[in-house]
T-cell receptor
Framework: ETGVTQSPTHLIKTRGQQVTLRCSSQSGHNTVSWYQQALGQGPQFIFQYYREEENGRGNFPPRFSGLQFPNYSSELNVNALELDDSALYLC???????????FGPGTRLTVT | AQSVSQHNHHVILSEAASLELGCNYSYGGTVNLFWYVQYPGQHLQLLLKYFSGDPLVKGIKGFEAEFIKSKFSFNLRKPSVQWSDTAEYFCAVNEPRDDKIIFGKGTRLHILP
């Protein structure tokens, strides 16, 4: 059984740019949740995708958007990057929207 | 809004010492409770969870946690820690019909060999 994978591992962007992060869910999982973990903080929920539809959103502005594909992999897009967007972005997949979440290794984004 | 407080940001113990990490949450209704662990260089993984039933929950690697509803607490315990328990520990909560999990800020545990 393949676990949750994320790409890229690290990324450096400049303020104002746009970024796309990718997540492949664990086999058999149809739900992907995205979290932002700033340095010294716990993960904060961004949004969840269930069967290709957004299924809940945390307190993040609209410039954070996402997609889920028919194979249940997912993308997180962030437009107009700000310095405070520098963080570890975690993806978690689950068997359904309320199931146990399995986390990927994260993508570390640095905005300069 | 729900919130989770972890009382200790950094804990240092010697091997064989007993461990208790505090966690309190703010929501007064029915909740699901979790402890996650992140070992150095590894993914965040579930240590144990409480949904209902026996308030004393046993997890992997000898960890347990007790849900005390009257105190809004879900403290993590281990009677005798090992060097391999060095990691960051996160307490988390969600409402049973909600998809988002609210995490605490984490406690960094360092075990001296």
């Amino acid at each position: 059984e393949t676990g949750v994978t994320q790409s890229p591992t690290h990324l450096i962007k400049t303020r104002g740019q746009q970024v796309t992060l990718r997540c492949s869910s664990q086999s058999g999982h149809n739900t992907v949740s995205w979290y932002q973990q700033a340095l010294g903080q716990g993960p904060q929920f961004i949004f969840q995708y269930y069967r290709e539809e957004e299924n809940g959103r945390g307190n993040f502005p609209p410039r954070f958007s996402g997609l889920q594909f028919p194979n249940y992999s997912s993308e997180l897009n962030v437009n107009a990057l700000e310095l405070d967007d520098s963080a570890l972005y975690l993806c978690a997949s689950s068997r359904d929207s309320l199931g146990e979440q399995y986390f990927g290794p994260g993508t570390r984004l640095t905005v300069t | 809004a729900q919130s989770v407080s972890q009382h200790n940001h950094h804990v240092i113990l010697s091997e064989a010492a007993s461990l208790e990490l505090g966690c309190n949450y703010s929501y007064g209704g029915t909740v699901n409770l979790f402890w996650y662990v992140q070992y150095p260089g590894q993914h965040l993984q579930l240590l144990l969870k409480y949904f209902s039933g026996d308030p004393l929950v046993k997890g992997i690697k000898g960890f347990e946690a007790e849900f005390i509803k009257s105190k809004f607490s879900f403290n993590l315990r281990k009677p005798s820690v090992q060097w391999s328990d060095t990691a960051e520990y996160f307490c988390a909560v969600n409402e049973p019909r909600d998809d988002k999990i609210i995490f605490g800020k984490g406690t960094r545990l360092h075990i001296l060999p």
